[in-house]
Nanobody, 115 residues
Framework: QVQLVESGGGLVQAGGSLRLSCAAS????????MGWYRQAPGSQRDLVAR???????NYADSVKGRFTISRDNAKNTVYLQMNSLKAEDTAVYYC?????????WGQGTQVTVSS
């Protein structure tokens, strides 16, 4: 079984920064992709950023230049540095990892940006 523990969400003013972390434990070996998704009320869950096991990244257009995804393979942890936050970034952020082709999701962490 794989467990994902997210942290770092909270309330921040527009223009501020937050850093999300997601640590995988349990049978969390051979992790392929790691990524962050977000879901605002009444909306679908969308990709924010993802990073492969060799460090290739891709981002949603809405966050390019503001968010940076990174990972520490020794710690089985993925990070999302979020800068220049906007009110429209408000959502529940979910971590997802792919292990041997199977996706695992975190419980979600709330990010609220006040304008």
């Amino acid at each position: 079984q794989v467990q994902l523990v997210e942290s770092g969400g909270g309330l921040v003013q527009a223009g501020g920064s937050l850093r999300l972390s997601c640590a995988a434990s349990g049978r969390a070996f051979s992790i392929n992709d790691m990524g962050w998704y977000r879901q605002a009320p009444g909306s679908q869950r969308d990709l924010v950023a993802r990073i492969t096991d060799i460090g290739s990244t891709n981002y949603a257009d809405s966050v390019k230049g503001r968010f940076t995804i990174s990972r520490d393979n020794a710690k089985n942890t993925v990070y999302l540095q979020m800068n220049s936050l906007k009110a429209e970034d408000t959502a529940v952020y979910y971590c997802r990892v792919i292990i041997r082709g199977r996706p695992y999701w975190g419980q979600g962490t709330q990010v609220t940006v006040s304008s």
